[in-house]
Each structure stands twice: as C-alpha cells, then as structure tokens.
C-alpha cells in the first residue's frame, strides 16, 4: 500500500529532534511558482486532525496555523505549511514543485487514504532537508526521561534556567534554556567548566 511523502514537519525548540529549521529554508522563488504552490496546499485533504493548533516557528503573531495535515494522495502536510511559503518564502523539494506544476495547480481527485500507523514517509522529507544544510547536528543528545531531568536538576541547585532541554552522557553535558529562548551547554562537572552559552537554536551546529 502506497505510503504518503511528508513535507512541511519542523523542528520543535522545546522538544528537539531532527527535522528542520524553516529559517534555514528562507529562499524568495518565482512568484506564480509561489502562489501555485500555496494555493495546491490550501486544497489538500484533511487525513488527520489534531485537537492543538501548531504555531508559526518565525513567531510572527499568526494566530492560527491549523490543527490539520491535508494530503494530494501522494504528499502529506501541515494545513500551515502554506503559510510558510506564503508569507516567509520557504522553499520546497524541487519534485514536489514539478508534481503541483504538473497538475496545473490543482489537486486531482483522489481516493482518500485511511489513517494507519506507517502511513506517513518522513524519510525523504528528512534527507531533502538535510541535504539542504537545515536539520541540526543533534548526535548523541537526548531528551531527558522525567527521572533524568530530576537527576540533573539535582546537581544544578545554583543554576537559573527554565527547563532542561538535552543532555547526553557521555560527556554528563545538557543544554539548558534560559529566558527568552536563550541556551546554555552546561557539563555536570566541578571541574571549573566555563558553560557554552548560545543565543538561541540558530547558534547550533548544522548537520552535515
């Protein structure tokens, strides 16, 4: 059974992983190719919907960017992936552009899939994606288990912070973040270590 290609999922600040950053899509592209995009992803169909709403991740004061992912029947999607596009010129796969080309703007008429587990393919999204230089370099970090971020909180009673975002143990580091969405590397060790201060995700290393 056909399974359908993901586009538009993002990385989340407060639960990081590997998808990407749309501020690294950021690529003004010809404009009938932009509205023939956005209008394509407006006319998806629902496939799943969710109870929260998502939220723009260039904090731009959209109110609503949905609670849905639409589908063609081939691509699935985030109803606020067109917002995206629209208004912050990112940039799409190359061959979903030449499929909503194809189709003269329009979504065909279609069988809509029944929602199962392994129906979504992320992998390509992932790979397009990283190829493009906008996933970030997440090796050998963790999200903390609830019993490993009281762990830690333990061994940080003098530190301010917010929450506790990663760690990895190897090297008994975390990442912290502060206020304002500011982070800092810190290593849970008494050995004068100097913590890594970042101003925010876009200070991360990129994954090559």
């Known amino acids: 059974m056909n399974r359908l290609e993901v586009l538009g999922w993002w990385f989340h600040e407060e639960a990081p ?7 690294l899509l950021v690529s003004p592209c010809n404009e009938k190719e932009r509205n023939d995009a956005v209008a394509y992803l407006r006319a998806g169909h629902t496939v799943v919907a969710y109870e929260a709403s998502s939220h723009c991740r260039f904090a731009c004061g959209e109110p609503d ?23 912050h010129d990112v940039r799409l ?16 008429p279609f069988e809509l899939p029944a929602p199962r587990r392994g129906l979504f393919d992320k992998a390509p999204w992932l790979a397009w994606s990283r190829a ?10 963790e999200i ?16 301010a912070y ?19 969405g500011s982070l800092v590397v810190h290593q849970l ?3 004068g270590h100097v913590p890594r201060r970042l101003a925010g995700w876009h200070d991360w290393p990129i994954a090559t």
Do not use: N
């Open 93 to 108: 796969p190359s061959h979903f552009v030449a499929h909503v080309h194809a189709r003269g703007a329009k979504v065909a």
């Open 132 to 141: 493009q230089g906008a996933c970030l370099d997440l090796t050998g970090w």
């Open 17 to 23: 992983d590997a998808y990407p950053r749309p501020q």
């Open 189 to 191: 060790r008494p050995d």
């Open 65 to 87: 960017m949905g609670h849905r992912d639409l589908t063609d029947g081939t691509f699935v999607w985030p109803d606020g992936l067109a917002h995206y596009v629209e208004h």
């Open 162 to 180: 917010e929450a506790i975002v990663l760690c990895r143990g190897d090297t008994r580091e975390v990442v912290l973040r502060l206020a304002a």
């Open 144 to 159: 903390p288990t609830p019993e490993d971020a009281r762990s830690i909180a333990r061994e940080l009673p003098a530190v």
